[in-house]
């Protein structure tokens, strides 16, 4: 990957994130904070735990990219979690910090974006490819969350279009 595909593909996605960062926010913030133990099978996470985990997660990868390592720390990310006391503590959290390191990304020189960053031995990327994947990680995450938000008795926000508890927004998402 050149200098400039580098820089097309981090404003590309940087200008993507804008829109997906109100997105995620929408499904955090419809959390029900009683429905926070909710679980639909044994093996999975609870709502809370997955919603901690969207949070953390984007901001994660975010800032794998923009140093140029990906740390593995799961008790880090539990620590973490343990600060939010409420939905509205992770919704404000997510708010304030998503944004700083997309501005943070388009920030990036080039030959930042350029360097090869290892993925835990799985792949070695330049540090904007691995935007393709911070995305995919995060939307997976959201719509696991968002396929919850009923079953705990909360509503479905407007995702990619109008959802049965909330019509298309003006804003696109």
């Known amino acids: 990957m050149n200098a400039d595909q580098a820089t097309f593909l981090t404003t590309y996605f940087a200008n993507m994130f804008d829109n997906e960062c109100k997105t995620t926010a929408r499904v955090l913030a419809a959390v029900p904070e009683s429905g926070r133990s909710y679980k ?4 999975s996470r609870t709502a809370w735990e997955l919603a901690t985990h969207v949070a953390l997660g984007d901001i994660w990868f975010l800032d794998g990219i923009i140093n140029g390592k990906f740390d593995d720390d ?5 620590k973490a979690a343990a600060t939010f006391a ?4 992770l919704v ?3 708010t304030r910090e998503f944004p700083e390191r997309i501005a943070k990304l388009r920030a990036l ?10 993925f835990f031995g799985m792949m070695q990327l330049p540090a904007a490819a691995f935007l393709g994947v911070a995305n995919n990680h995060g939307i997976h995450h959201r719509g696991q969350l968002a396929s919850y938000l009923r079953s705990m008795g909360g509503k479905v926000p407007s995702i990619y279009g109008g959802s049965a508890d909330e019509p298309m927004t003006g804003a696109a998402s």
């Open 86 to 89: 409420s939905v509205s503590d």
């Open 92 to 94: 404000a959290f997510y």
């Open 40 to 43: 639909p099978d044994a093996k």
């Open 109 to 118: 020189l080039a030959d930042k974006l350029t360097r090869t960053v290892d």
């Open 74 to 78: 799961p008790e880090g990310e539990k």
